[in-house]
């Protein structure tokens, strides 16, 4: 079958800049593709000329094999996005935000908006006026309207941004129910490596407008580096550091200004702190805290792109 979405050759030069640089990437049916980036890589825009919001300046993108324009009203009665801050009206509840979205839409039956409403959780803010909506509340409601009709394929730019940690997960399942259940199609920017790694089925990194790799999430998520940080009573550190030395742990200090913390990238330790907590307590210097750290999009970048380990060695 073909590509739900597809670029070829996609680039965007503002002046003498270019924001995006000959991005050609696909994405199947069903599929979660995580477009991963730092800050000012170029992933709105991308997003901006695969939705036909601004022209490319070379190359092309393509929606249901269809070249993307801005006129191609069937294109878009397919498609759900949601681009950087959701537009809400901030004087309607949500139940009106979202019947104005069912009218624009041409939807029959207001069961359309019962169910998004269900799904991302906002029956209970029903009759909030969008302006007092937290600003998670407010990205769920954003949500909402981008997914109302159901489209078989969401564009999502940083959709988790303002959420909390409980949201983080909670818009993560249902991203990934869609594309189970419904075979929804979903592109999605984001700047959280280990958060998307968790969704996308694919995952293409872009830097500074230019794609610089693709993989499988499940092999990429194997590739980041994992480090366990334990945090004993000050006075305890070097105690502590001599008895996970001697049991192979080979522990670090974190930082020279953090005091008590140690950390190890040890895969027994990373896997199992409950044996690193027994040890520990056994040899009288319990910890305080123990957290398993997962490596950053930045740090992964810096170390692929073969700048320093932004983790400790
Ligand atoms: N309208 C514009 N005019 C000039 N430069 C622009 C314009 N839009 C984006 N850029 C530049 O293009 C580059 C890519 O920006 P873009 O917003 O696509 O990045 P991003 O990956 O989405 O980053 P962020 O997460 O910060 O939004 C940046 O250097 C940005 O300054």
Redesign the pocket.
Known sequence: MDAMIRTAGLTKR?GR?T?VDEVSLSVGPGEIYGFL?L???????TIRMLLGMIKPSAGASYLFGEKVNAARRDLWSKVGCLVEMPSLYPELTVYENLEVVRRLRRLNGTHWIEEAMEKLRLTPYRNRKARHLSLGNGQRLGLAKAMLHKPAVLVLD?PTNGLDPAGIVEVRQLLSELAAREGVTIFISS?LLGEVAKLATRIGIVHQGRLVQESDARELHGHLRKRLLVQVQSQNTEAAQAVLHSRGYAPLLAAADEGGTLATEHADAVANPERIARLLVEADVPPKLLRVEEEDLEAYFLRTIGMDGGMAQ
Do not use: L, V, Y
């Open positions: 503002f800049s924001a980036g800050n000012g890589a170029g992933k709105t825009t940083e700047h």
